[in-house]
């Protein structure tokens, strides 16, 4: 089971059922025994970190979301601000969305958003014509916790992502009220 932990900790993105069993040489269904126990040892010790299962029989090993506001300013290359959060939001409620719209809506200050998002893998941006078409990733489903098929993260997402918007808010008003 270290191994499994071991794998789980340090790829930084979902693995498949397949991909751990090779990586421990376990059968597929042993593998779905282990990785019940270490998620389940995880959710008992009530620490930082927790095992997740993702559709299509992936699994990660993230920090708990609760936990993000206070110590997400450590994350290496930063967390997503609160109006980039924001425009992520409207990229994945409205995908396919041409960028010249989002810029409708949200004012030229996204296409900074929209390099940051690129940047991080959270959204692609497709050319098309003078604009680019914009949709989320699949690292963008794994990193919130949402399914890949579109029709339903758009329904996770709404109840999601208001909770997520509204952690984020307050972290960053205590950080200027610290300031």
């Given at each position: 089971?270290?191994?499994?932990?071991a794998?789980?900790?340090?790829?930084g993105?979902?693995l498949?059922?397949?991909?751990?069993s090779n990586?421990?040489?376990k059968?597929q269904?042993?593998v779905?025994?282990?990785l019940?126990?270490?998620?389940?040892?995880?959710?008992?010790?009530?620490?930082?970190l927790?095992?997740?299962a993702?559709?299509?029989d992936?699994?990660?090993?993230?920090?708990?979301?609760e936990?993000?506001?206070?110590v997400g300013?450590?994350?290496p290359g930063g967390l997503?601000?609160?109006?980039?959060?924001q425009t992520l939001v409207i990229?994945?409620?409205?995908?396919?969305?041409?960028?010249?719209?989002?810029?409708?809506?949200?004012?030229t200050?996204?296409?900074?958003?929209?390099k940051?998002?690129?940047?991080?893998?959270?959204?692609?941006?497709?050319?098309?014509g003078?604009?680019?078409?914009?949709?989320?990733?699949?690292?963008f489903?794994?990193?919130?916790?949402?399914?890949?098929?579109?029709?339903k993260?758009?329904?996770?997402l709404k109840f999601k992502?208001?909770k997520?918007l509204?952690?984020?808010?307050?972290?960053?008003?205590?950080?200027?009220?610290?300031?």
């Amino acid at each position: 089971m270290v191994t499994l932990e071991a794998a789980l900790y340090v790829s930084g993105r979902a693995l498949t059922l397949e991909e751990l069993s090779n990586i421990i040489g376990k059968s597929q269904s042993t593998v779905q025994k282990l990785l019940d126990e270490l998620g389940f040892e995880y959710s008992k010790r009530k620490g930082a970190l927790e095992v997740v299962a993702l559709p299509r029989d992936r699994y990660a090993m993230q920090l708990r979301p609760e936990l993000t506001p206070s110590v997400g300013r450590l994350i290496p290359g930063g967390l997503l601000s609160y109006a980039t959060l924001q425009t992520l939001v409207i990229i994945a409620l409205k995908q396919p969305i041409i960028q010249s719209v989002l810029v409708t809506e949200r004012g030229t200050h996204c296409y900074d958003h929209v390099k940051e998002l690129v940047e991080k893998k959270f959204v692609e941006a497709v050319p098309e014509g003078r604009s680019k078409t914009l949709t989320t990733t699949p690292l963008f489903a794994d990193y919130f916790g949402l399914d890949n098929d579109r029709i339903k993260l758009k329904a996770q997402l709404k109840f999601k992502m208001k909770k997520i918007l509204e952690d984020q808010r307050e972290a960053e008003e205590v950080t200027e009220d610290e300031i």
